[in-house]
C-alpha cells in the first residue's frame, strides 16, 4: 500500500501558467513533507519542504499549501516556464522513523513554451 | 565541490552474476540510502545507513546486500537473487535528524 499518493501522473501547462501537483496520506504521524525535482538522468533535489505547524510556504516561484485536517498537501508552481520541465515527487517522514522517507509516484511536468 | 558520487553511470548485468554499485560522498553526512526508481513507481528504499557499521532493511531489500566500513562510503551489492534487477538506483545522503536528503546523480543497471 502506497503511504503517499501524487496525482496527476502527468501534467502540460502553457508557459506562464501555474502548475499544480496533489499529494494524500494516511499516516497521522507524517510530520515533514518534502518536495523534490528531477531532471532526466540526474537524481532527485530538494525543491522545497514544509512541516505541518504551518498552512503555506512559499520559496519563489514554488509554493507548498499544506491541509492537516484533509491530511493533502499540494505544489504549486507560477509563472511556470519550460525550464520547469521535470520529474517532481512529494515525500513523507514520520518522527518515530525519520530516517525513512515515503515517496509519491511522481508527476511528469511538461511546460510548453 | 561537496556531493555524492555515484559510479558507475551505467552497468550491465550477465544472468547470475552479482555487482556492485559505488556510492561516495563528501558531504560528511552521517546517513545515507539506496533507492530503487522504477517509472511509475517513485522511489522505494533497499537499504539506509544511520553510522558507520550499521545498517538497516528498507522494502525491498531482498535481493540486495550493503556494507558500511567508511562514512563516506555506502556500496550496493544487486546479488543473482534479485530477479529483477532493471532499474535506477539512487544513493543519498542526509546529516541525519529531519532534513531532507540529498541524492547522487544514479546509476542505470540492465540485464544482459
Known amino acids: 500500500q502506497q503511504q503517499v499518493k501524487q496525482s496527476p501522473q502527468s501534467l502540460i501547462v502553457q508557459k506562464g501558467g501555474i502548475s499544480i501537483i496533489n499529494c494524500a496520506y494516511e499516516n497521522t504521524a507524517f510530520d515533514y513533507f518534502p518536495w523534490y525535482q528531477q531532471f532526466p538522468g540526474k537524481g532527485p533535489a530538494l525543491l522545497i519542504a514544509i512541516r505541518p505547524d504551518v498552512s503555506e510556504k512559499k520559496e519563489g516561484r514554488f509554493t507548498i499549501s499544506f491541509n492537516k485536517s484533509a491530511k493533502q498537501f499540494s505544489l504549486h508552481i507560477m509563472d511556470s516556464q519550460p525550464g520547469d520541465s521535470a520529474t517532481y515527487f512529494c515525500a513523507a517522514s514520520s518522527e518515530y522513523n525519520f530516517n525513512k522517507f515515503y515517496f509519491g509516484s511522481g508527476t511528469k511536468l511538461n511546460v510548453k513554451p | 565541490d561537496g556531493g555524492i558520487t555515484q559510479s558507475p553511470k551505467y552497468l550491465f548485468r550477465k544472468e547470475g552474476q552479482n555487482v556492485t554499485l559505488s556510492c561516495e560522498q563528501n558531504l560528511n553526512h552521517d546517513a545515507m540510502y539506496w533507492y530503487r526508481q522504477d517509472p511509475g513507481q517513485g522511489l522505494r528504499l533497499i537499504y539506509y545507513?544511520?553510522?558507520?557499521?550499521?545498517?538497516q532493511k528498507g522494502d525491498i531489500a531482498e535481493g540486495y546486500s550493503v556494507s558500511r566500513e567508511k562514512k563516506e562510503s555506502f556500496p550496493l551489492t544487486v546479488t543473482s537473487a534479485q530477479k529483477n534487477p532493471t532499474a535506477f538506483y539512487l544513493c543519498?545522503?542526509?546529516?541525519?535528524?529531519?532534513?531532507?536528503?540529498?541524492f547522487g546523480d544514479g546509476t542505470r543497471l540492465s540485464i544482459l
Open positions: 543519498a545522503s542526509s546529516i541525519g535528524g529531519r532534513l531532507a536528503q540529498h
Open positions: 545507513s544511520q553510522i558507520v557499521n550499521d545498517f
